[in-house]
């Protein structure tokens, strides 16, 4: 089973930046793709961002231009790099790994505890 780990949550005002990061335990074929949700309090969990080990990257509308996501694959790490920090970004953001690019929650394997981002008005 992959752990993984995230780093880098915590407060900013708008329009202030944060960068996220997500380590996993070991690399395995369930790998091949990781990203990042979040779910707002009162809110289902949506996606943020996604990447392939090639480095094919997929970004959901609200963050397409402001958030950017890299990945380290010799430290099997992911780091989402975030820019024009809205309120509305606030949430539970949570790291995941998958085989496919995909969108859907539910095509995602492994899943970190999530870290907190609050962006105050």
């Known amino acids: 089973q992959v752990q993984l780990v995230e780093s880098g949550g915590g407060v900013v005002q708008a329009g202030g930046s944060l960068r996220l990061s997500c380590t996993a335990s070991?690399?395995?074929?369930?790998?091949?793709?990781m990203g990042w949700f979040r779910q707002a309090q009162g809110k289902e969990r949506e996606f943020v961002a996604a990447?392939?080990?090639?480095?094919?990257?997929t970004y959901s509308d609200y963050v397409k231009g402001r958030f950017t996501l890299t990945r380290d694959n010799k430290n099997n790490t992911v780091t989402l790099q975030m820019n024009s920090l809205k309120p509305e970004d606030t949430a539970v953001y949570y790291c995941?790994?998958?085989?496919?690019?995909?969108?859907?929650?539910?095509?995602?394997?492994?899943w970190g505890q999530g870290t907190q981002v609050t962006v105050s008005s």
């Open positions: 995941a790994a998958g085989r496919t690019l995909d969108t859907a929650n539910e095509k995602y394997t492994s």
């Open positions: 070991l690399r395995t074929f369930d790998m091949d793709v």
């Open positions: 990447i392939e080990w090639t480095d094919s990257t």
